[in-house]
């Protein structure tokens, strides 16, 4: 009974080779944007969070305000607590109070979509067997990227620097091909964030104050305008 | 650089405490609905806002990007998931810019 530590493992591996292109893509940004090798790495193994990461990096190479770091990363990564709120009714009693503090440190998108896609409540053995390699591969890939940054030709780190961003692309087109109130939020979120970028008076407002305002504002509109049914799923279905 | 110690100290205890509260304090779930449906939206409306435009300059000038973005668009259009859309990504930006560097010019 219960899911074995070797079938985490399995489940875990895709997940893992994603992060090791992606985080590759992040090391190489890092190390553009003017951080160190060891600097790039600690992001990552400290954070564990593609678009955080991505989103802090020009906010701290400008100098920014730790209340514009802060409050970006409360955003970006306000759909985790929804995702560890589901993941807490999906767990079984062999998950100890301990176990929750680590497996939430790695509770990323991928890791989440998968332990609650099981059949059965997962035990604490499957969930240290899913996380191992994706945070061993998103720490691993942010080294090399780190350091081949400095080694590759810009040709080729040109175009591997929009791995991460295919990364946001395959999660969010099967979402909004499938439902309609979801393309609206993509198409609203897209608009705003073009606004932003070519309008002069707004090209003016530091990158992480944009994601805010832009997010806030398409999810807040679709919120009123298209409600999700309470009935169904509380997460969205592949994130 | 003790300036770089302090941002990694609040971007990453931000983002611990927003995954380990909820896992670890929340027993009951949440029923209010705008909450809900907010929740649901976010983090599609927040990928979005990071891609667009964002993407169209993450390589050296703008058409590799944009072969690559659409390159990631089709794969992720059928659902192949992380690996094969991120690759069709590099993968359509890279060639793109071999060609803009090496077959171009001999045009």
């Known amino acids: 009974m219960g899911y074995t530590f070797r079938k985490g493992l399995i489940d875990g591996l895709p997940v893992c080779i994603g992060y090791l292109s992606v985080s590759f893509a992040f090391g190489i940004f890092a190390v553009g944007s003017g951080f160190g090798i060891a600097e790039a790495l600690m992001i990552s193994m400290f954070n564990v969070t593609s678009a955080g990461q991505l989103a802090a990096v020009p906010i701290i190479a400008s100098g920014g305000m730790m209340a514009e770091l802060a409050m970006s990363q409360l955003v970006i990564n306000l759909r985790y607590a929804l995702m560890s709120v589901s993941l807490s009714q999906?767990?079984?009693?062999?998950?100890?109070?301990?176990?929750?503090?680590?497996?939430?440190?790695?509770?990323?998108?991928?890791?989440?979509?998968?332990?609650?896609?099981?059949?059965?409540?997962?035990?604490r053995r499957y969930l240290y067997g899913l996380i191992l390699t994706p945070y061993l591969g998103w720490s691993l890939g942010t080294l090399l990227g780190a350091i081949a940054g400095d080694i590759l030709p810009t040709i080729v780190t040109a175009a591997l620097g929009i791995a991460i961003y295919g990364m946001f692309i395959a999660i969010v087109t099967?979402?909004?091909?499938?439902?309609?109130?979801?393309?609206?939020?993509?198409?609203?979120?897209?608009?705003?964030?073009?606004?932003?970028?070519y309008v002069p008076a707004l090209s003016a407002v530091p990158s992480g104050f944009v994601i805010i305002i832009c997010a806030v504002i398409a999810a807040g509109v679709m919120a009123v305008v298209a409600p999700v049914k309470i009935s169904s799923e509380e997460v969205p279905a592949d994130a | 650089m003790p300036?770089?110690?302090?941002?990694?100290?609040?971007?990453?205890?931000?983002?611990?405490?927003?995954?380990?509260?909820?896992?670890?304090?929340?027993?009951?779930?949440?029923?209010?609905?705008?909450?809900?449906?907010?929740?649901?939206?976010?983090?599609?409306?927040?990928?979005?806002?990071?891609?667009?435009?964002?993407?169209?300059?993450?390589?050296?000038?703008?058409?590799?990007?944009?072969?690559?973005?659409?390159?990631?668009?089709?794969?992720?259009?059928?659902?192949?998931?992380?690996?094969?859309v991120a690759a069709c990504a590099c993968g359509g930006a890279l060639l793109t810019e071999l060609f803009f560097v090496y077959v171009l010019p001999t045009i």
């Not at chain 1, 909004?176 to 979120?189: F, P, Q």
């Not at chain 2, 809900?36 to 390589?59: D, G, K, Q, R």
Request: a positive charge; proline letters at 5%; hydrophobic letters at 55%.
């Open chain 1, 90 to 123: 999906r767990l079984d009693r062999t998950v100890r109070l301990r176990d929750r503090f680590l497996i939430a440190f790695v509770n990323t998108d991928e890791v989440f979509a998968i332990a609650s896609s099981q059949r059965e409540l997962v035990g």
């Open chain 1, 174 to 197: 099967p979402v909004a091909r499938a439902d309609r109130a979801t393309a609206a939020c993509v198409l609203i979120a897209a608009v705003l964030s073009c606004l932003f970028r």
């Open chain 2, 3 to 84: 300036d770089f110690f302090l941002y990694l100290a609040v971007m990453a205890g931000v983002t611990y405490l927003i995954r380990m509260l909820p896992l670890v304090l929340i027993k009951k779930k949440i029923t209010n609905r705008f909450v809900l449906s907010f929740l649901h939206y976010i983090p599609y409306a927040v990928l979005t806002v990071m891609t667009v435009p964002a993407c169209f300059y993450a390589t050296g000038r703008i058409e590799p990007a944009v072969v690559g973005f659409i390159a990631a668009l089709i794969p992720a259009w059928f659902n192949k998931g992380l690996p094969i």
